[in-house]
């Protein structure tokens, strides 16, 4: 048997993390459930999964674990329920939000739940095109199934517009190469951490003894590091672009005294030169595995992408915290989620698929953490990325306008000719009108 599918669909993990939501309150599923009692029929009705992301492939039974899994689930929702599961695929070109504006407006229904990005959400939320999940009283959107954090990520004044039952891996935290760390004498970040001494100030020390010259002659740098992955320097030290001061009242943070110490720890260390000098993907990833460097910051998922083809011995431990402050929730800038669009024919039929297909969770859970350990990911590295996938946090004001925000940061901290005093203050208007530009849009 063959079925289109995404792959990302069967191939991530799912989050487990009960966290109750005033927005969200927990409503029973209605008949079909998996308690026996009898199933609704649907006549037939078509169940579309759409997603923009690339990679659809035939899934065949005996591929892979998931996969048979997902089939199963296909075909039982498809017998409980009489209905039809299909999927459409939308390009991945920044096109799928006024496709799916243009496809409301003349009456079509363009799927029943869309897996799409943080970025279409906020799109889709301006345009008025997402249906209020929490309002369907099939759904039970407060089951352990389902990804509290992702639900929390989705909802927008008192009603949740995105959710989904899995965990996400665009968590971002620091690599280390186990093998650099131990030939310089250096203490495993993941014990420093679980002891709940992970500060900037430890950080400092590590990269300080990490650079140099090594026994065979060779040079070591403390860190691998790029313009955007050290945004999360800030969101970790209490600052950021934007800091959100509650009910999603953004405002430029470049400014605030936290985010000034932290350009001035950057600024500091690429001072004593313990930054490897070179910054684009490809060089810096191989600059790691091939133990140029002991700190490599990114997202957790690069050990699929990139350290499941090479032989590193790693750790990974999420970004340090100030001293004297206890340890934060890490800040994501990307979540997928599934959407609904307003004109759901039939809203209770999606509840009470999308409930079926959320059983799915636990198997799915234990599948990702099954893989991540399948390539090398230590036991330290699989409890920080659970605690993490289920306290992240969104960046304040993720869908706005902040490139001028962007640039002034990244000079601030790299250059040392310049003054960021006077660099973020260039851009603080231009950067709080477009914040403020942007929650206008997504509110009205």
């Known amino acids: 048997m063959k079925r289109k599918c995404f792959t990302a669909v069967c191939c991530l993990g799912l989050s487990l993390a009960v966290l109750p939501l005033s927005a969200c309150q927990p409503k029973q599923p209605a008949q079909g459930s998996a308690s026996g009692e009898a199933a609704l029929d649907m006549h037939g009705y078509e169940f579309i999964i759409g997603s923009h992301y690339a990679g659809y492939s035939d899934l065949q039974r005996g591929s892979y674990r998931m996969a048979d899994l997902y089939l199963d689930k296909y075909e039982e929702i498809e017998r409980l329920y009489n209905c039809k599961i299909s999927f459409r695929a939308y390009p991945s070109d920044g096109t799928i939000a006024s496709e799916v504006h243009t496809s409301i407006m003349a009456g079509d229904k363009p799927f029943d739940i869309l897996d799409a990005p943080l970025k279409t959400f906020y799109s889709l939320l301006a345009s008025k095109d997402l249906y209020a999940q929490n309002t369907i009283a099939a759904l039970d959107l407060a089951s352990p199934n389902m990804n509290q954090q992702i639900t929390k990520a989705g909802t927008w004044n008192g009603n949740v517009y995105g ?16 093998d650099v760390l131990e030939a310089k004498g250096i203490e495993d970040p993941g014990e420093i951490y679980k002891r709940g001494e992970w500060t900037f100030t430890k950080l400092k020390e590590q990269l300080t003894v990490a650079t140099g010259a090594t026994d065979s002659g060779s040079r070591t740098y403390g860190m691998v590091i790029s313009n955007a992955i050290s945004e999360f320097f800030l969101y970790a030290g209490g600052g950021g672009k ?5 009910d999603n009242n953004w405002i430029f943070g470049l400014d605030d005294p936290r985010s000034m110490a932290v350009v001035q720890y950057l600024r500091d260390l690429r001072k004593q030169k313990v930054f490897h000098p070179e910054s684009m993907w490809d060089k810096v990833s191989k600059a790691f595995a091939e133990g140029e ?21 790693y750790g990974f431990v ?9 340890q934060g929730a890490p800040y994501v800038q990307d979540c997928r989620m599934f959407m609904m669009p307003k004109n759901l024919p039939n809203p209770e039929y999606t509840g009470l698929i999308y409930n079926k297909l959320a059983e799915l969770g636990p ?3 234990s599948d990702q953490i099954d893989y991540y350990k399948s390539i090398g990911a230590d036991d ?17 004001g993720g869908g706005a306008q902040t490139v001028d925000a962007d640039l002034a940061y990244y000079g601030a901290w790299q250059t040392s000719t310049k003054e960021p005093a006077s660099e973020f203050a260039a851009v603080k208007s231009k ?12 509110t009205k």
């Open 380 to 396: 330290n590295t699989i409890r920080f990325f659970k605690e993490m996938s289920d306290q992240f946090k969104l960046v304040p």
């Open 363 to 365: 198997d799915s859970r």
């Open 293 to 313: 460097a002991a700190f490599f910051p990114y997202y957790i998922w690069s050990a699929a992408s990139t350290f499941s083809k090479l032989d590193i011995n």
């Open 431 to 442: 950067t709080q009108a477009n914040l403020d530009e942007f929650k206008n849009l997504i």
């Open 242 to 246: 934007v800091l959100d001061k509650g």
């Open 318 to 326: 999420p970004f340090p915290k100030m001293d004297g402050t206890e």
């Open 163 to 178: 959710s989904k039952y899995t965990y996400t891996d665009n968590i971002p935290g620091i690599f280390y190469n186990k």
